[in-house]
């Protein structure tokens, strides 16, 4: 006899379960580059704004600056990005990509059709995954939306 909530039935162990899913795949298709998913989504960040503070970048990935600064130590390690100091205000750190960095950009431009490829889902259903999940992360997720 079963007691308690079904976790099959939990939308938060659904939304664990293909998170650790989707890393699993993101760590498969990036393994030749010898790039995490993280540093990936910091390279994504980098090749949409080409410039960003480690303050600003950290406020995008959802990440604190003691997870951000060795995680840009190892890309400024393997010459993907750069950190400098501002002039004007020490205390602000912009990061930008190397010329390796920027070149990712191409050899990596297949890595979202093949991970849709894996997951199995059309395009539609992924705008529409996509909208509810950045609603729900924003907070303005509606009852009925």
């Known amino acids: 006899m079963k007691h308690g909530p079904d976790l099959d039935a939990?939308?938060?162990?659904?939304?664990?379960?293909?998170?650790?899913?989707m890393?699993?795949?993101?760590?498969e298709l990036l393994?030749?580059?010898?790039?995490?998913?993280?540093?990936?989504?910091?390279?994504?960040?980098?090749?949409?704004?080409?410039?960003?503070?480690?303050t600003r970048l950290g406020n995008l990935l959802g990440l604190?600056?003691?997870?951000?600064?060795?995680?840009?130590?190892?890309l400024e390690a393997r010459d993907l990005v750069t950190r400098?100091?501002?002039?004007?205000d020490e205390r602000v750190?912009?990061?930008?990509?190397?010329?390796?960095?920027?070149a990712l950009e191409a050899e990596l431009a297949d890595v979202p059709r093949c991970l849709a490829d894996r997951v199995g889902i059309d395009a539609g259903t992924a705008r529409a995954l996509l909208g509810h999940l950045h609603d729900f992360t924003e907070g303005t997720l509606t009852k009925g939306s």
């Not at 890393?23 to 760590?27: E, I, P, T, V, W």
């Not at 995490?36 to 980098?46: G, R, S």
């Open 31 to 54: 393994a030749p580059w010898q790039l995490t998913y993280p540093q990936y989504l910091v390279l994504v960040a980098l090749w949409r704004d080409r410039q960003l503070t480690v």
């Open 64 to 74: 604190d600056s003691g997870t951000v600064s060795p995680l840009l130590k190892r």
């Open 84 to 88: 400098s100091r501002e002039a004007s």
């Open 23 to 27: 890393a699993q795949h993101y760590r």
């Open 93 to 102: 750190v912009t990061v930008r990509l190397t010329e390796r960095g920027a």
């Open 10 to 21: 939990m939308l938060c162990f659904a939304l664990y379960s293909a998170n650790h899913r």
